[in-house]
């Protein structure tokens, strides 16, 4: 038998707390210094960093990899860090991709995992006496790669002079979030340049820097799904939350794009807006469009313009909903509107001449004044605001409280909490008046006792407060009833693999009580993924406590318990959340009730077990050493080999599936790398159609299946290289890693230039060690610095080979001779048979590779698939052929074994009386999300409705987006059922289900 701990009563009561892997000091942040002209390695402000020589990537105009602000923000990509300008760096049209007289782009390199902060003063010192200055000039616009903050640093526009002699203004330049947080923090001086070069206010307020929370005007979907852009200093012409172009009114192939996901902006601190802010962008089709919630909060700074809610790209879905929280500031604005800047807001004027738009107006507009308590600026706000929904007031000392509705529930058990539900009055502050409803959300509420305080026979009355308000007594009758608790947790003293086991209570004393308990036991769930007290608690685990044995305490009741197994050493420090629930009924009315919350880790629990007030048996204490000092668990090979071998049956799954197409699908030559990729009507083919990337480039198996069956015909109408489903070599690979580790979690497909192996890299390492620069883009880079001959860099290939295992992939990169673009590959290795010379060296065409792909070429066998194909080494080295650079890579999770549990939850969800009015949720998961479908059947089992997605690289999904026209909403009157199914890691639940009403 296992020995668990013995929970002590200071054990059972304290709280786990987040301790880190290692107890040593973390290691210094990284920091560059850089200027143009720099000729150091930027490890200091008088050596700032020099260009390396990226020409090679610029026959595309993707000049932005001659920049010095990218090269060093490329060494940090994976790491994070601090970019010091120690002197003047210009982002100009040599700097940028793209050939538009008006918008060009700097591209941040991609850094969706890390901080990257870019600043003038460091170390005390302020570089900007010394000419530091970041320039966006004319027709630079500069787009995040990742969280980026901007601090003490002066940010200046300038125009330009074209080639025909016309001068170009400095106006509409834009730093553009890119869904990620950006934040513009204290000591930053916005400025603009003029022709001789010197600094000077700008003389109106275009020539200022627009804030976007968006893209440019790209599709931008991240898969946290949320993002904030804060505003600390600086001043700004006008800030958008969405992406600043729009497009044909949905996440398309096209070259302007949609925001999806809920946007934060936060004016504070002496930050200045000139200009407006709004919920989308100012041009093209009238902005983009935007899937998700937009929050406006005015905490401080200064506001010149005015705030709306969209612009003319409006939200996706009819259910959306603009918050503006006023708290303070200095606000000039004339206008605070709760619908469209253009043409009159209204929902018809959004879909003008383009019915297919689908641009709605915010389903609630909330004018948020609850934290405001400058009555005169509330005033103003209010006298200006229109078209808002739902106004919050503040309670200030002259507010008072009217027409008051109590709560519904009077009657209670002991244990219970107070159920506000259907409390509302009318508040009035400062003349002006809004209906207030009880919400758990509203900090303003406050009851005596207090909701935290379970009820017992004294209570008698519950006195509710808003704010300093007294609202009124709501009388109660309390009677006796079995009590439910949880006390606390256990772990084990004696393996790797941790057990946190929950004990709850049932039962005290059941003297003269009519109660008949149906059932008890315990939720649990991370605390990072835990959203409400329910047993319908997305993602949780339900542990049926009626089942276990009890063991009856000298106090009354009676001890269950419930166990959350197999925790590795990595997740000691996570914590979990866990309650006890009791079902019961009385008077033939079924009843659930729940106990507090509590918060245990692993390590937490050792800690308090082994502090020095403890009563654990020293013995006891000396086994938990092995809990408080671990840091990495022991590698499993086994574990490893079975994650490998369903990786690779993922792949041969998605490989073996069998499709028709009928009618002849000609994807010849449609790009560089694809030769003669033609298929045939009525012939039958075998795996996933090879196609382009994009939306339809990234199916798995279930999708393809949805589509055509194995077997069966493809008769879809989209036959294209960019229309028809299908997969390339990368998004395969990432299919059938999906449900196996969440440690290639690339926000939007694979990228190989951005899973070479480095120090700082997350996700891969180097098979056999060969070195790797920490800035390079391509394996063909990556290789020439091997050696300065053909035979040097190939022993270092050769060996590299030789050391990659079953499960390592196989890449190359390189760029295109007459394009400039990036090309890649990417294979699965299988197996290595290593032959050598009489030297001692590796024979290169005898020595064998085994691998699967997909790749662009037909086979004879009727697929673009190879499954555990053998190909010599010298066919993937040569030091001849630009595409033959392959390297191996390792995924750290199939080196060091571990793989992280998987797990989810779903916040602000659908319940049975929310869901007649639309789809709501945001599922969120560690894991890719691959499958998210809501069913709605009828009472005779008959599917009505049913909406389907398979996503991508997402780990955040807004169930808005299934239905993003609200057909939901036009369901018959009747009874139904919901279900909502969720994919993600290895596992494919139906995570949420209800009766409901309609």
């Not at 620069?773 to 290939?797: C, M, P």
């Amino acid at each position: 038998m296992k020995a668990f701990l013995r929970m002590t009563a200071i054990a059972l009561l304290a709280l786990a707390i987040a301790l880190p892997f290692a107890f040593t000091s973390a290691a210094a942040e990284p920091v560059l210094f850089i200027k143009d002209g720099g000729t150091g390695d930027g490890s200091s402000p008088s050596k700032p960093l020099s260009l390396e020589d990226y020409s090679e990537f610029y026959k595309d105009d993707n000049y932005h990899y001659g920049s010095v602000l990218f090269q060093a923000a490329h060494r940090l990509q994976y790491s994070g860090g601090t970019i010091v300008l120690v002197g003047e760096v210009r982002l100009d049209k040599t700097k940028t991709k793209g050939n538009h007289a008006t918008f060009e782009d700097f591209f941040m390199p991609d850094h969706p995992d890390s901080t990257i902060t870019i600043t003038s003063k460091y170390n005390g010192v302020d570089y900007t006496s010394k000419g530091a200055r970041l320039i966006l000039q004319s027709p630079t616009e500069f787009i995040c790669g990742g969280d980026t903050v901007f601090r003490d640093i002066k940010i200046c526009t300038e125009g330009y002079t074209a080639s025909d002699g016309s001068v170009k203004k400095a106006s509409s330049r834009m730093i553009c979030a890119n869904g990620y947080d950006l934040t513009m923090d204290t000591g930053i001086v916005c400025k603009t340049i003029t022709t001789g070069g010197a600094e000077q206010d700008p003389p109106d307020i275009s020539f200022y820097p627009n804030i976007v929370g968006g893209h440019r005007y790209a599709d931008c979907i991240r898969r946290e799904g949320n993002n904030t852009v804060t505003l600390k200093s600086g001043t700004y012409s006008n800030v958008l939350a969405s992406t600043y172009m729009g497009g044909a009114g949905s996440t398309s192939s096209n070259n302007y794009g949609a925001m999806v996901g809920n946007v934060t902006i936060v004016l504070d601190g002496n930050a200045t807006v000139r200009g407006y802010i709004c919920g989308g962008g100012p041009t093209f089709n009238n902005g983009g469009i935007h899937y998700g919630d937009v929050t406006v909060v005015l905490k401080g700074g200064k506001l010149v313009g005015n705030v709306y809610a969209t612009n003319g790209g409006g939200f996706g879905t009819d259910n959306c909903t603009f918050t503006l929280k006023v708290i303070g500031g200095t606000i000039s604005s004339t206008l605070f509107s709760g619908t469209s800047r253009v043409q009159g807001g209204t929902d018809g004027s959004l879909n003008a001449g383009n019915s297919n738009r689908n641009r709605h107006l915010p389903a609630k507009a909330i004018l948020d004044l609850s934290e405001c308590t400058n009555a005169s600026l509330i005033s103003t706000v209010a006298s200006k605001a229109k078209n808002f929904t739902e106004t919050r007031l503040p309670v200030l000392s002259t507010s008072t409280v009217s027409s008051v509705t109590m709560p519904k529930r009077t009657a209670y058990y002991t244990g219970d909490a107070f159920d506000a539900d259907g409390l509302s009055f009318k508040l009035t502050t400062s003349g002006r008046s809004a209906t207030v409803t009880y919400s758990p959300d509203d900090s303003n509420f406050r009851f005596e006792p207090s909701l935290d305080t379970p009820m017992n026979m004294d209570t008698k009355k519950v006195t509710i407060y808003y704010g300093s308000k007294k609202v009124g007594e709501q009388a109660v009758t309390v009677t006796p009833r079995m009590p439910i608790r949880i006390l606390g947790a256990q772990i084990r003293t004696n393996d790797e693999k941790q057990t946190l086991r929950f004990l709850g209570q049932v039962g005290e004393d059941l003297t003269n009580i009519d109660l008949q308990v149906t059932g008890y036991g315990l939720v649990i769930q991370p605390t990072e993924y835990f959203s409400e007290k329910s047993l319908d608690l997305p993602g949780a685990t339900v542990i049926d406590g009626t089942k276990t044995v009890l063991t009856p305490t000298s106090l009354g009741g009676s001890i269950f318990a419930g166990d959350i197994t197999n925790i590795p050493v990595e997740e000691y420090d996570l914590p979990f959340s866990a309650f006890a629930y009791l079902t019961y009924t009385h008077n033939g009315t079924e009843y659930t009730v729940y106990s507090d919350t509590i918060e245990r880790s692993v390590r937490g629990v050792a800690e308090a077990a082994c502090a020095s007030d403890s009563l654990e048996p020293a013995d006891k204490k000396a086994k938990l050493n092995a809990v408080l000092t671990a840091e990495k668990s022991t590698v499993d090979e086994e574990l490893i080999a079975e994650k490998v071998a369903q990786m690779q049956k993922n792949f041969k799954d998605m490989a073996d599936v069998e499709w028709t197409p009928s009618q002849t699908i000609d994807l010849a030559d449609s790009e560089e790398f694809v030769g003669a990729l033609i298929y045939k009507a009525g012939t039958t083919y075998y795996g996933i159609p090879y196609i382009a990337a994009g939306t339809n480039g990234n199916i798995s198996l279930a999708q393809w299946l949805s589509i055509c069956p194995d077997g069966g015909t493809y008769t879809g109408s989209g036959i294209t290289w960019n229309t028809m489903p299908g997969n390339q070599c990368s998004s395969s690979v990432v299919r059938a890693l999906q449900t196996v580790t969440n440690r290639h979690s690339y926000f939007n497909g694979y990228s190989i230039r951005y899973s070479l192996p480095k120090d700082t890299h997350p996700y891969y390492s180097a098979p056999g060690g060969y070195p790797v620069g920490d800035h390079t883009l391509t394996t063909q880079q990556i290789i020439r610095e091997f050696g300065d001959t053909v035979e040097e860099r190939a022993k270092i290939v050769y060996n590299a080979y030789a050391n990659a295992k079953s499960g390592d992939f196989l890449v190359s990169d390189w760029v295109s001779s007459s394009t400039g673009d990036v090309l890649g590959h990417i294979m699965i290795i299988h197996g290595v048979s290593v032959k050598y010379k009489d030297d001692g060296s590796i024979d290169p065409n005898k020595s064998v590779l085994y691998v699967s792909q997909q790749a662009s070429n037909l086979r004879k066998t009727k697929t673009t698939w190879g499954i555990n194909e053998p190909h010599s080494f010298a066919a993937f080295y040569n030091g001849k052929n630009a595409d033959c650079n392959y390297l191996p890579i390792r995924l750290k999770a199939f080196e060091d074994g571990y793989f992280a549990t998987p797990f989810m939850t779903v916040r602000e969800r659908n319940t049975p009386d929310n869901v007649a009015y639309g789809l709501l949720g945001k599922i969120e998961s560690n894991y890719q999300i691959n499958l998210v479908r809501v069913t709605i059947t009828d009472t005779a089992g008959k599917v009505v409705k049913e909406f389907s997605d398979y996503p991508f690289t997402t780990m955040y999904y807004d169930l808005r987006m299934l239905d993003k026209t609200n057909t939901l909403a036009s369901l018959a009157s009747g009874s139904y059922r919901y279900e909502l199914t969720v994919g993600y890691g290895d596992k494919v639940e139906t995570v949420l289900s209800f009766d409901f009403e309609k």
